[in-house]
Nanobody, 115 residues
Framework: QVQLVESGGGLVQPGGSLRLSCAAS????????RDWYRQAPGKQRELVAT???????NYADSAKGRFTISTDNAKNTVYLHMNSLKPEDTAVYYC?????????WGQGTQVTVSS
C-alpha cells in the first residue's frame, strides 16, 4: 500500500503562485510515475503534469510554461510549482502514483484563484 498526502493549496489572486506538495509513504518501492490531476466543479478530472521515475516530464497544454513538476527523492515528495495562476486553474488538485498495476490517489487539495 502507498499513501499520498497533498498539501499547499489555498486561495491566491490571479497572477499569483502556489506550490503543491505530495508526500508518499508506505511501500513506495518502484513507484513508476507521479502525476498531478485536477477537477473543477462540473468537469471531469484532467491530467495536469506527469514525472516518471526516470525524470521525464509531460504537461497539459493549459499548464505548459506556467507549471513545473519536480521531485525530491530523499523526501519521497513530488511538487507542482504553479505560476501565473488564472481563475480557470481553480480546482481540487489530486496527486496520483502508479506502482505496477496499482493506482494510488491522494485526498486532494483545493486551489482557488480569485481576486
Amino acid at each position: 500500500q502507498v499513501q499520498l498526502v497533498e498539501s499547499g493549496g489555498g486561495l491566491v489572486q490571479p497572477g499569483g503562485s502556489l506550490r503543491l506538495s505530495c508526500a508518499a509513504s508506505g511501500n513506495i518501492f518502484n513507484l513508476y510515475a507521479r502525476d498531478w490531476y485536477r477537477q473543477a466543479p462540473g468537469k471531469q478530472r484532467e491530467l495536469v503534469a506527469t514525472i516518471t521515475k526516470g525524470g521525464s516530464t509531460n504537461y497539459a497544454d493549459s499548464a505548459k510554461g506556467r507549471f513545473t513538476i519536480s521531485t525530491d527523492n530523499a523526501k519521497n515528495t513530488v511538487y507542482l510549482h504553479m505560476n501565473s495562476l488564472k481563475p480557470e486553474d481553480t480546482a481540487v488538485y489530486y496527486c496520483h502514483a502508479v506502482q505496477g498495476l496499482y493506482h494510488y490517489w491522494g485526498q486532494g487539495t483545493q486551489v482557488t484563484v480569485s481576486s
